[in-house]
């Protein structure tokens, strides 16, 4: 349920009226929008009449049931507001969201050494990037196949985090990894794997990085974002939606499907801002530049592409990762599409 307060509304009027659904036994949570100010309310609401709630002050707008399972990931819960994740990166602070740039993460899959990591580093910095992804933790399919390089790796992180300035995206896949990974990465990964691992996300949502929640390569809209709900409710707000392909009856040609149609939809069902890979999504990179721009033209707020200074001897993901100089040639080419729907840091800076 959602108490939407009018415009104008004193603080302290805010403040009693939270308290009284506090003295209720709710657990009332303040968004602060641009225009208003929503009061939402997640708890047992099912026996509270609207109407009566109105009734406790003379500045509350209106009061509306959210009808999503998912309730703090809902659009209804920001009453149509859209939500942004600020993430603090060496550099400064990144805003992912629907007003911002598209925000490009990119990097090998795996951590594989200093040097690799720190060139990768630099040249993605130089191309465009934002943050530098690097798993550090791998899920692999096989045991027997190169599964990270675990704690030494995220002191590889660190440096090319020191080296480039860039924010750091990586995995965790075991809770008690997460002290230590919390510690380099700025935005932490919850991978397709453990999209539904719920012991993790109540883990991930009691820290205070930002979360970036893969889709389930078999797991619905829905599920998705009753993922995302775990983690909010456990306390973190900061939560970016990743689609990475879903398994379909085709796996001749690509790797995965990688569902575009996830953009509208998930615009109209929550204020989250999305991620979009085409490279785990396609998993060749050839197919990745067209799919890349297919996301900006189609609204995403960022992308994830996997970068490798020599994909033929990559540990991991080889196959679908760009070397350094595709992904510059791609960045040019991504501008003139990122330019003309205005997500574009350049376009940006020209308008202002
Ligand atoms: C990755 O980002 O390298 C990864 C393992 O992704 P996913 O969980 O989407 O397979
Ligand atoms: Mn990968």
Redesign the pocket.
């Known amino acids: 349920m959602i108490v939407v307060m009018k415009v104008g509304s004193p603080a302290a009027e805010i403040e009693r009226i939270s308290k009284e659904f506090e003295d209720w036994g709710l657990s009332p949570e303040k968004i602060v929008g641009k225009h208003k100010v929503v009061i939402g309310l997640v708890g047992e609401t099912a026996s509270l009449d609207p109407l009566q709630i109105q009734e406790i002050s003379p500045w509350i707008e209106t009061v509306l049931r959210v009808e999503q399972p998912f309730k703090r990931a809902s659009l209804e819960y920001r009453h149509g507001e859209y939500s942004e994740v600020i993430v603090n990166t060496p550099d400064g602070p990144v805003a992912v969201g629907q007003h911002h740039p598209v925000a490009v993460v990119a990097g090998p ?2 951590v594989e050494n200093e040097a690799m990591i720190v060139e990768t580093a630099k040249r993605v910095k130089a191309a465009g990037a934002k943050f530098l ?1 690097g ?1 550090a933790y ?2 692999r399919t096989s045991p027997y196949s190169f599964q990270g390089h675990g704690e030494s790796a995220l002191g590889l992180l660190a440096a090319a985090r020191e080296a480039s300035g860039l924010g750091i995206i990586t ?1 965790v896949m075991d809770a008690a990894d997460l002290e230590k990974i919390v510690e380099v990465a700025d935005v932490v ?7 539904q691992n719920f012991a993790l996300l109540k883990k991930v949502g009691a820290q205070d990085k930002p979360v970036l929640l ?2 389930g ?1 078999s797991c619905t809209i829905d599920e998705w974002l009753m993922a995302a709900e775990y983690i909010m409710a456990a306390g973190n707000p900061n939560v970016i939606l ?1 689609e ?2 879903i398994r379909t009856f085709d796996g001749k040609y690509t790797r995965n499907t990688l569902d575009l149609s996830v953009l509208p939809v998930l615009r109209s069902l929550t204020h989250l801002p999305i991620m979009i ?1 085409p ?2 999504g396609t998993g060749k990179s050839d197919y990745v530049p067209a799919m890349a721009a297919a996301a900006i033209a189609a609204g995403t707020d960022s992308l ?1 592409i ?1 970068v490798h200074p020599n994909p033929a001897k990559a540990l ?2 080889g196959p679908q990762s760009l070397t350094p100089d595709k992904f510059d040639r791609l960045m040019q080419e991504l501008s003139i599409i990122g330019k003309t729907v205005n997500r574009w840091p350049q376009a940006a800076v020209a308008l202002a």
């Open positions: 899959c795996s992804r798993g791998k899920p995995e990964q919850v991978g397709a794997r453990n999209m893969k889709r390569m990743c990475r392909g890979d490279s785990h994830m996997e991991s993901d």
